[in-house]
């Protein structure tokens, strides 16, 4: 059965760093992107960052030059490395599936997330 579960969130001071984690299991991974999607209360999901297949790497423009996505196939996981973080940066986030990144609305197979709260 294709899982995603994340994991690494938690409560950070405002310009201060996490690395989240994305473990995938019953799939392999090599065939996939894998996107990052948050969600804060009220608001609509929206995509951070998607990884694709070559590593080939897309922002969101909210967190370009702070956040950096990589993979390791091998630890079947992906990674989120998010510096300088902001009190705006506080949401649940998520990981997901697709063949490509591109269109945030094919992505499937979502984690249970992991919340990311940063305080001003």
């Known amino acids: 059965q294709l899982q995603l579960a994340e994991s690494g969130g938690e409560l950070v001071q405002s310009g201060g760093s996490l690395r989240l984690s994305c473990r995938a299991s019953?799939?392999?991974?090599?065939?996939?992107?894998i996107g990052w999607f948050r969600q804060a209360p009220g608001t609509e999901r929206e995509e951070v960052s998607c990884i694709s297949r070559t590593e080939q790497a897309f922002y969101a423009d909210s967190v370009k030059g702070r956040f950096t996505i990589s993979r390791d196939n091998a630890e079947m996981t992906v990674y989120l490395r998010m510096n300088s973080l902001k009190p705006d940066d506080t949401a649940v986030y998520y990981c997901?599936?697709?063949?490509?990144?591109?269109?945030?609305?094919?992505?499937?197979?979502w984690g249970q997330g992991t919340q990311v709260t940063v305080s001003a």
């Open positions: 019953g799939f392999i991974m090599d065939y996939y992107a």
């Open positions: 997901a599936t697709a063949r490509e990144c591109g269109d945030p609305a094919v992505f499937r197979n």
